[in-house]
């Protein structure tokens, strides 16, 4: 198994970053929160798990450890796929999970795109036990500044690569736009989009 990648970043796409490793370029599928803190030509340590089907090798890399270890466990639930687990950690921070497993909510787990009350609630029951207590900690990560005109696009073509359409998109963007300021921050700006949706 492939335990992490680290390597001058080739290439930054929707869903997933290039990262050079000994002459080969290794894709990464990630989710826009992890994607907003790399950058093209600067170097990248990123935990990865790979996941293997009888016709692909998928290699999924994360921000941190934490957000490794939730993604695999999220997929030993019953239903919960690596593109599941994946959508979740893109809409929810592993702080945000274990709240929402710990304390049964299934609201917030059903913002999730793919999770209906029924998976939420299967999804509670096999992992309560194991998830572990929230930690206390933030559960905001910080991202990487963007240019101040192209964050727009980056909000955007995150919240339609995690299932919502353009004209919800649009709309979320819209919302947060006066908390862009001169030097946005991508990762935050998406993860409020993502909050104003949920209460909209």
């Known amino acids: 198994m492939i335990a992490f990648v680290r390597g001058k970043v080739a290439g930054v796409t929707l869903n997933s970053a290039v990262v ?4 080969i370029g290794l894709e990464l599928m990630c989710t826009p929160g992890t994607l907003a803190t790399l950058r093209t030509g600067e170097e990248a340590l990123l935990p990865t798990s790979m996941v293997v089907r009888e016709d692909s090798l998928t290699v999924f890399g994360f921000l941190d450890d934490d957000e490794k270890a939730c993604f695999e466990l999220l997929q030993t639930a019953s239903g919960v796929g690596p593109k ?13 999970l274990r709240n929402a497993i710990s304390g049964e909510d299934t609201k917030m787990l059903t913002q999730v795109p793919g999770i209906g009350q029924k998976g939420a609630q299967r999804i509670i029951l096999e992992l309560k036990d194991r998830i572990g207590a929230p930690t206390g900690r933030p559960a905001s ?20 690569g995690l299932g919502w359409s353009a004209k919800e998109a649009e709309k979320a963007v819209e919302a947060v736009a006066p908390d862009a300021g001169d030097q946005p921050d991508v990762g935050a700006l998406l993860r409020a989009a993502l909050q104003s949706m949920r209460k909209a």
């Not at 599941?84 to 945000?96: G, M």
């Not at 990560?141 to 909000?155: D, H, I």
Request: proline content about 5%; charged content about 15%; aromatic content about 2%.
């Open 20 to 23: 050079e490793v000994g002459g």
């Open 141 to 160: 990560r910080s991202g990487v500044s963007a240019p101040a005109t192209g964050w727009r696009e980056q909000v955007h073509q995150g919240l339609v």
């Open 84 to 96: 599941l687990a994946q959508a979740a950690l893109a809409v929810l921070s592993p702080e945000d």
